[in-house]
């Protein structure tokens, strides 16, 4: 376990970095978010028209160790009860984090959030979102870890629009690949954080990323 809390901790969404201004000056569409829900461990959004069925060798994150991931992070609502759902859409500054998924042979795992943006404009927040990224993984230099990054690539998950990025970093010999699908709409960011430190993680995460469907 203690190898999963270290792939788990590098994916710490860093959209709360430039997440806390009020968006709805920037015309964002409160009415419109919906965080999806969870049925039968498959994750269904119809307001980005996705759902995403994993096969048996994934498993759903407890809440509990949802909450230890992200227990650094302020101002966060975790889960999709709707009493947090509510208090997400009432707050300026609360990020989302409804679900996450380990690969149980190789401790793959994959991470789902929702955060407010200063900005409505798409471009301009992913590239805070990129830079953000770069800022933290720069800020583990001192402990040994060297990394690369690869310039944003536009690409799909089922029929949703998306960015991508891949950050792979090498810590004490371990390779790690991480992937980041990132959407804006309506002033609010959703991303997908992926990370794995095998060839066989990869291609679990690509198969599942790949077999994202639409909802309806």
Same mark, same amino acid.
């Given at each position: 376990? $203690?190898?999963?809390? /270290? /792939?788990? =901790?590098? *994916?710490?969404?860093?959209?709360?970095?430039?997440?806390?201004?009020?968006?709805? @000056?920037?015309?964002?569409?409160?009415?419109?978010?919906?965080?999806?829900?969870?049925?039968?461990?498959?994750? =269904?959004?119809?307001?980005?028209?996705?759902?995403? !069925?994993?096969?048996?060798?994934?498993?759903? *994150?407890?809440?509990?160790?949802?909450?230890?991931? &992200?227990?650094? @992070?302020?101002?966060?609502?975790?889960? *999709?009860?709707?009493?947090?759902?509510? @208090?997400?859409?009432?707050?300026?500054?609360?990020?989302?984090?409804?679900?996450?998924?380990?690969? !149980?042979?190789?401790?793959?795992?994959? *991470?789902? @959030? /929702?955060?407010?943006? $200063? #900005? #409505?404009?798409?471009?301009?927040?992913?590239?805070? &979102?990129?830079?953000? =990224?770069?800022?933290?993984?720069?800020?583990?230099?001192?402990?040994?870890?060297? %990394?690369?990054?690869?310039?944003?690539?536009? !690409?799909?998950?089922?029929?949703?629009?998306?960015?991508?990025?891949?950050?792979?970093?090498?810590?004490?010999?371990?390779?790690?690949?991480?992937? &980041? %699908?990132?959407?804006?709409?309506?002033?609010?960011?959703?991303?997908?954080?992926?990370? #794995?430190?095998?060839?066989?993680?990869?291609?679990?995460?690509?198969?599942?990323?790949?077999? =994202? !469907?639409?909802?309806?």
């Amino acid at each position: 376990m $203690k190898k999963l809390w /270290f /792939f788990l =901790i590098l *994916l710490v969404p860093i959209l709360s970095f430039f997440s806390c201004a009020p968006n709805n @000056a920037n015309g964002a569409n409160k009415a419109s978010f919906d965080a999806g829900n969870i049925e039968n461990a498959n994750y =269904i959004n119809n307001w980005l028209n996705i759902k995403i !069925t994993p096969t048996e060798e994934w498993k759903l *994150l407890p809440q509990d160790q949802l909450e230890k991931i &992200y227990s650094g @992070a302020q101002n966060t609502v975790i889960g *999709l009860g709707n009493d947090k759902k509510e @208090a997400f859409n009432q707050k300026e500054s609360l990020g989302l984090y409804p679900l996450g998924y380990v690969h !149980t042979k190789t401790n793959s795992n994959i *991470l789902l @959030a /929702f955060e407010k943006l $200063k #900005s #409505s404009n798409e471009s301009e927040s992913i590239n805070v &979102y990129i830079d953000s =990224i770069k800022s933290q993984l720069k800020q583990l230099e001192p402990q040994g870890m060297v %990394y690369t990054i690869s310039e944003p690539k536009n !690409t799909k998950i089922g029929q949703l629009d998306c960015t991508q990025i891949t950050a792979t970093t090498d810590f004490q010999g371990k390779k790690i690949t991480q992937n &980041y %699908y990132l959407k804006s709409k309506d002033g609010y960011m959703f991303a997908i954080s992926t990370s #794995s430190a095998s060839d066989e993680g990869n291609a679990a995460i690509d198969k599942l990323i790949a077999n =994202i !469907t639409n909802s309806n």
